[in-house]
């Protein structure tokens, strides 16, 4: 069975950064192009970041030079690191695989970003 687990959220002023972690178990995740969605309030979960088995990265066009997407395979972990972030950036983030049917979602970890 394949679980997601996200952390590294939290409330932080505009302007500020974070550093969001998803540790995976039940798969190697070297096998699988690896994304980060999330959902804002009232609204649908959306890809933000996602990086390829060879390690190319797309993003969504809000976070460009802001969000890095990267992978460790040996410890099965994907990180999202998010600089100068705006309060349009509040969400909920999960980490899930981005090709072919998503895995059963996490709890996701909450980003809050307000002065």
């Known amino acids: 069975q394949v679980q997601l687990v996200e952390s590294g959220g939290g409330l932080v002023q505009p302007g500020g950064s974070l550093r969001l972690s998803c540790v995976i178990s039940g798969i190697r995740i070297n096998d699988y192009y690896m994304g980060w969605f999330r959902q804002p309030p009232g609204k649908q979960r959306v890809l933000v970041a996602r990086?390829?088995?060879?390690?190319?990265?797309i993003y969504q066009d809000s976070v460009k030079g802001r969000f890095t997407i990267s992978r460790d395979n040996a410890k099965n972990t994907v990180y999202l690191a998010m600089n100068n972030l705006k309060a349009e950036d509040t969400a909920v983030y999960y980490c899930n695989r981005h090709v072919g049917a998503p895995f059963d979602w996490g709890q996701g970890t909450q980003v809050t970003v307000s002065a």
């Open positions: 990086i390829s088995r060879t390690n190319s990265t």
